[in-house]
Structure formats: C-alpha cells, structure tokens
C-alpha cells in the first residue's frame, strides 16, 4: 500500500511538472493620466489565454511554461505587444496611449468594448464610449449620461423633461444608482432637464439591464453602476465647458510624489440670473449646483486607499410662495488590496444620503424629508486559474428613513406641528459569483446571492383589525381605511419583521463561430424599499418606505436570451435580446391616495404582481467616418393588483393593466459624421409610444356639478413621442502639441418643434361651459452653444 500510494504521488507529481504553469499579473493605466483603464484586453497571441481588466485596473492571467507574444488592447488606444519568457511568475504594468488625441477623456463603458464580445456569458449590458456621448446633441448643450444610455434598447424615461429612467418595463425606483459604490436616490438636476452627473469627473459606467451580477442587490430591474475619475497622476490639468445656462470646471493633479492624485470638479447653473427679464417669473429662482471630489495614496504596489465624495442641490422658488429644496450627499473611504498574485480586495466605508424640503409661503407650512444610509461592503476577487475566476463578498447596510417633520413658519399659521415616525432598517448579503470557462467555445457565469432585510424598531405601528390596513366597501365600491384596534411600541433592540431571500443568478454564452455567439441568463433579485408615488413620473417629494409588516419585498425573475454577432471584421455588430421578467409584491395606489404626510401609509396601497417582456434589437456601425446605431424596442409592461385581504376587486377590477412605462414601440438612430479634423456632426431621431394614461370617457351631472367618469387605469394613451436633434462641433486646431484645446458645440434640440405632450387635461371652459382638452408641452425648439476646453 506504501508503494501505491507513492506511485500515485510520483504521477500526479510528474503531470503538475509537465503542465507547469506560471502567473503574469499587473494593471493598466492611461499613458496621460495614469487613471486605470477598466475593461482592456490583455491576452497571448495565438492562444485562448487572456482576461480584461477589472474596475480597478487589475488583471491576471495563468499559462504552461514557454515563450509567448502578450498583447494588450483597448478602443481607442494603440495596442501593445511585448515578448515574454514565462518561466517564473511576473508583475507587468503597463500604460497605454490614445491612438487618437480627443477632448473628453470620459469613459463610458462596460466591461467589455462597444464592439460585442461574443465570447464572454455577460449579457444585457447598455454601453456606449466617449467619443460617441460627446458628440450627441443634449437639452441646452449639455452632456448627459442618462439621457445618452436612453437611445439604447430597453431604456426609457416617464416623458420629456421627467426624471429617472425606466429598463425593461420596470419602474424608476427598481434601478439600483451607485456613484463610486454609494447610492443616488434621485439622479435628477432641474426636474429632469439634466442628470447629477458630471460628465467630467466620470470614469466609467455600467448599465446592467439584466444578468445582474451577484455582488448587487437591492434592486429587481437594473443596477447603474457609475466610477469617478481618480485623478490625473502625472501632471496638473483643467477642463470643463461655458454653456448658455450652465458651465462646469475641473481640476486634476498628482500628489505626494506622484503616489497619489485627485480631482474637483463643479458645476452650475445661472439660469435664475436671466429670470428677472420675464414677465410673470420675474421674482422666480431655479438653480442647481454640484461637486465632486476624489483622491487617492497608494502606499505601497499592494495598497492604495481612495476618498470619494459627492454633493448636489437644487433651489426653486416661484415668487417667494413655493420654495423647493432637495440634493444628494455622498462619501466613500475605500482600501483596495492585493494579498497575492491571485487574490485581491477591497474594503469599502460609504455614506449616501437624500434629503428634500418644502416651503409653501402662503399657509406657512415648512415641510423637510431625508434618506440616509451607512454601508460597510468587503469584495474579494480570486483568479482560481486561466478558466475559473471567483468573486465573492459581504455587506451590510444600515437605513434612517425620516417620512417628514411639518412646522409652520410663523405663529398664526394654521399648521400644526407633525413629526412623522422615522423608519430603521438594515439590510445585509453574502454573495460568491463564479466566471467558468468550460471549453473554448462554452463559458459560464453562475452565482449565489443570500440577502436578509429586518425592519428595525424605535417606533409605534398601527395595528388593524384581522391585519387589514385596507378594507373595500362593497355599498360605494371604492377602498377604504381599515379599521385601527390600537398601536404597538417597537423598541430600537426588536425586529418588526424580516425577510432572507436566496437570489441565484446564471449566464452561458455559446460561441458559434469566430464572429457569432448564442447568450443566455437567469436572474432573481429582491428589493426591500418602495418609492411610493401617484404621479406619472418621479419627483423630488416622492416618498421612500421600507418592507415590513404590511409591505412585503418585490422579488423578481427575468429570463433572457441573446444573439450576438460581429460583422465584416466587426465594423458592423448585431445584438438581439429577448426577455420576460416577472416581479411579485408591486405596489400601486389606491384612487384618490393621499402618499405624503401620513404614518399609516399601508391604508393608501395594494400589493400586485407586475410582467414584462420584450424584443431589443441594437445595429451599429463601429468603423468609419460614418459611424452610429439603430435601436429598436418591441415591449410590453403590464400590473395586476389584486384585492387581498382588503378584498374587492383590486384596481382595474382586477384586470391586467398598462404601467405607466409602457412603450409598445421604441425606435432610436443616433449618426455621427467625421467630416475632418474640425468639423463633425451628429443627430438624435427617437420615436416612442406614448404613454400610457387614464382619461375620463362619460361625465353626469350631480348637484349642478358636473363629475367625469373614467375608464380602466392606464387604458388611453398620450399622443405618440418623436423628435430629431442634431449638433455640429468645431475644433479650431487640432494639434497634439498644443496644452489649451478647445471646441465649439452648436446644438439644436427638437428641430423641427414637435410639440410633445408632457400631459392632457380635462376641463368645462369657464365662458362656454364646453368639455375641452389642453395639452401641455415641455420643450419645443432649442437652440444651445456650448464652449468645451482642456488644460
């Protein structure tokens, strides 16, 4: 037995020396700059060996013994090739120079190039990169992010000039916002006019619409997941831009040596000044304003810590009677460490907070609100070998709902003084995510998340009689109120309730052929906080709820699958997408709620059931002069609300019926035009659906009043939505060797003044008594010119 065994150590010893293999790692970073480059390519000519970066620059690869060629790639970057002799385990950095000199340096991006790569499971991933965003026409000039990712398929808005945006038929608050890794509750500026974020200070963006990696959770249909800009580490820098309404500015420089850099960039808006000139708003303000700050040390090749923050607001007020604040703040302090040549960390302390105020001068009424969260999260990364890499992790988040404070403003005010009952909540995961290449044409994505959410005490709850916060009475046949038996205290040590949730997650991508690959995915996900709101679109009053004894979690399930291929050497690519998700435990309010200033706000809802399922077509043209897409969606987005324990018919007589997201069609061509090294122009055509919405259909008379009567929720729709933008943008020089670059971008919103139906309302004129519909409109034509400049 002695022998055997040792016979069998002496043929596994054997094999190991024969398949001896050894480890390149290291980053990759921008020759300019010295920001890290997510998502570039770094493999062995000649074989199937390779990896891309990770969002830290990171990336490591395994191989047998032997003499290889390495090459390192990425859009827009010369590509780099070095010989090497893989004979011991090495660290290779390598920096990386643009192939083409460009203003904007902002990354927009996914983890993988715009072209398709067929190879990797990774699907339903929204990208687009910074020449490209640059160039597209926006509102008054300026760039948005948000607004660019909407003219790719399966992205929506609730209308023109309305905030958040919509993925997949599912709601503005099921996507998951991160700005370096803290949350943004409202990713608006102006009520919707621009995003908060500043395209200077970004570094990259990610927009998962479905296939949601298990190291995110909390959300059922996307996750955004947007980096700032480390800093430039090599030398002192300024860029940023003058617009007609707004202008923004940045700042970068290295520190300590070089071992660190940071970056501030702010921006403004100077609307308000022009105010006074029109009639009727001359007494008026709307102002927005934000920062952002980032810096970093590295201490040594294996330690750098980073120092992260955000801080926005807006201001509007008409005529000193409604006054209306709201903004976000945010700050991480993370540490990122490599313990080896295959495992990797980082450690991340984030704060994030929303907070919004109302001042209505005219009842003296002083309304304020806020948000806040605390999150501690540790990610692992470990490169098992060349076909397996794992990533795996915990965090833990803590939430500090305030629903409202309510306090006159002067002693003759008729109102009185309401605090509302601050909400607690903690929510904590564990996740482990496995990337398996099985053979060389078949490679898997699969993971686990485990995620557990306990509503805290510290309050008083209203209880019902037989648990029933709403009731239907079946004599007028609408929902009521139910009955109140008392109220239970919760102290800070008790759990009101708690929910654990196992969330898998799957993806396989199958290579055809050299050019064309077949994908597909399963995802769950569950999210615990509700954004409560009657409205067609979301504003900054809206009110944010955690799960618990009367609201239960949404959970959701997508399925989905893809076709990808790249076509004549990939300066055309193709991506279809089909998919159908379904999510539990939607809510949606009861007619005639009243979401703002209550303590019982289970008596304004039911729980529902929502689906949605699409086809998504996406055509570029990569290469060229020429270059631009076609997007196009085919989708619907329906809700069932049933009774429950209220009993009833639910809303809309327990019927399927449309969200208010639902776009049947959805068409978007962006082109951009090269026509020399001063002059390019690009134009937006979008088309969609209009939007579902509820009119009335009869109306009688009661008491010499005359009532509507409505139809089914959501049954009508609003007239169709198109537009066409188009800019044009000049470089007076183009040369490398000059330090002050600077362009001109003309713009034209809407250009040929489509009058878009923001809303249609439904009144008697006061002179003839007749039913009359008025449509209001948001923008029509607008012209913008805007001076971009780099230092």
């Not at 990759?28 to 390519?41: L, R, W």
């Not at 995110?216 to 007609?244: A, C, E, H, M, Y």
């Not at 482990?432 to 490679?443: G, I, W």
């Not at 997408?577 to 999510?583: A, F, I, L, R, S």
């Amino acid at each position: 037995m002695k022998h055997f065994f040792l016979g069998i150590f002496l043929i596994f010893s054997g094999v190991i020396l024969a398949q001896e293999s050894h480890t390149i790692r290291g980053t990759v970073k921008d020759f300019n700059n010295g920001e890290t480059v997510f998502g570039a390519s770094v493999f062995l000519k000649g074989t199937t060996i390779g990896a891309t970066t990770n969002e830290y620059g990171f990336y490591f690869i395994t191989a047998p013994k032997g003499n290889y060629t390495l090459i390192v790639s990425y859009v827009g970057f010369e590509d780099i090739s070095q010989k090497i002799s893989l004979d011991i385990d090495e660290t290779l950095n390598f920096e990386i120079k643009e192939s083409l000199t460009q203003l904007d340096e902002v990354l927009i991006t996914s983890d993988e190039p715009e072209r398709v790569n067929i190879k990797k499971p990774q699907m339903s991933v929204s990208k687009l990169n910074a020449s490209t965003i640059k160039q597209m026409p926006a509102v008054l000039g300026e760039i948005d992010v948000i607004k660019s990712i909407q003219m790719l398929p399966g992205v929506t808005n609730g209308g023109e000039g309305s905030a958040g945006f919509n993925v997949r038929g599912g709601a503005a608050d099921q996507n998951l916002v991160l700005l370096d890794e803290a949350i943004i509750y409202n990713t608006s500026h102006f009520f919707g006019f621009f995003s908060v974020f500043n395209t200077d200070a970004i570094k990259d963006i990610k927009l998962y619409k479905g296939d949601i990696p298990a190291k995110f959770g909390g959300r059922v249909s996307s996750v955004l997941d947007i980096r700032q800009k480390d800093g430039n580490s090599k030398k002192l820098t300024l860029n940023g831009g003058i617009g007609l309404i707004s202008s923004r500015l940045a700042v970068e420089a290295p520190l300590f040596n070089k071992k660190g850099s940071f970056i501030v960039a702010g921006r403004t808006s100077y609307a308000h000044l022009f105010m006074p000139l029109i009639e009727d708003i001359e007494d008026s303000k709307l102002s927005f304003y934000d920062i952002n700050l980032k810096t970093n040390y590295e201490i040594n090749k294996n330690n750098r810590v980073y120092l992260s923050g955000y801080f926005g607001r807006d201001v509007f007020d008409i005529a000193n009677i409604i006054e209306n604040q709201y903004g976000n703040t945010t700050g991480n302090l993370r540490w990122n460490h490599v313990y080896n040549d295959k495992l990797f960390s980082n450690l991340s302390l984030i704060y994030s907070k929303y907070d919004y105020q109302i001042i209505l001068d005219f009842i003296e009424l002083d309304w304020i609100a806020d948000i806040k969260n605390y999150n501690l999260k540790y990610d692992f990364g470990y490169y098992l070998n060349e076909n397996i890499k794992l990533d795996f992790g915990a965090s833990g988040i803590l939430y500090n709902l305030n629903p409202g404070i309510v306090k006159p403003t002067s002693e003759n005010s008729p109102i009185n003084y309401l605090k509302l009952e601050q909400k607690r909540a903690f929510e904590s995961g564990l996740y482990v995510s496995v990337e398996h290449k099985v053979t060389d044409k078949l490679t898997a994505q699969y993971g686990l998340r485990f995620s557990r959410f306990s509503r805290l005490g510290g309050q008083n709850m209203t209880t019902y009689l037989n648990d029933q916060p709403v009731v239907y009475n079946n004599e007028i046949g609408i929902y009521e109120e139910g009955e109140e038996i008392g109220e239970t205290f919760y102290k800070k040590s008790e759990s009101i309730e708690t929910f654990n949730n196992f969330e898998p997650r799957f993806g396989l991508s199958y290579q055809l052929n050299e050019s064309s690959s077949l994908k597909a995915s399963y995802t769950r996900t569950a999210q615990y906080l509700h954004l409560l709101s009657n409205t067609a679109s979301v504003t900054p009053l809206d009110v944010w709820t955690p799960s618990g004894k009367y609201i239960k979690p949404q959970k959701s399930n997508q399925y989905a699958l893809g076709y990808y291929k790249n076509i004549n050497d990939s300066k055309y690519s193709l991506e279809v997408e089909t998919y159908y998700k379904t999510t539990k435990n939607r809510i949606d309010y009861v007619d005639g709620s009243n979401l703002i200033g209550t303590n019982t706000i289970e008596t304004e809802i039911l729980n529902g059931e929502a689906r949605a399922y699409g086809l998504e077509v996406l055509l570029r043209k990569n290469e060229g002069k020429f270059t631009g897409w076609l997007a196009y969606t085919l989708s619907k987005s329906e809700q069932r609300t049933l009774g429950g324990k209220a009993g009833g018919p639910g809303i809309n007589y327990g019927n399927w019926y449309n969200t208010a997201y639902d776009r049947t069609h959805d068409i978007s061509l962006t082109g951009i035009y090269e026509f020399n090294d001063k002059w390019s122009f690009s134009g937006n055509l979008v088309y969609q659906t209009g939007r579902p919405v509820t009119y009335p259909n009869s109306q009688y008379t009661y008491e010499d009043l005359s009532i509507a009567s409505y139809k089914g929720r959501n049954e009508s729709r609003l007239p169709a939505y198109h537009r066409l933008d188009v800019s044009a943008t000049y470089s007076p020089s183009s040369s490398s060797t000059r330090r002050w670059k600077g362009e001109w971008v003309f713009g034209i919103y809407n250009i040929y003044n489509r009058k878009n139906a923001a809303s249609i309302s439904f009144n008697q004129n006061e002179d003839t008594g007749e039913n009359e519909a008025t449509r209001t409109a948001i923008f029509g034509i607008i012209p913008s010119v805007t001076y971009n400049f780099k230092f």
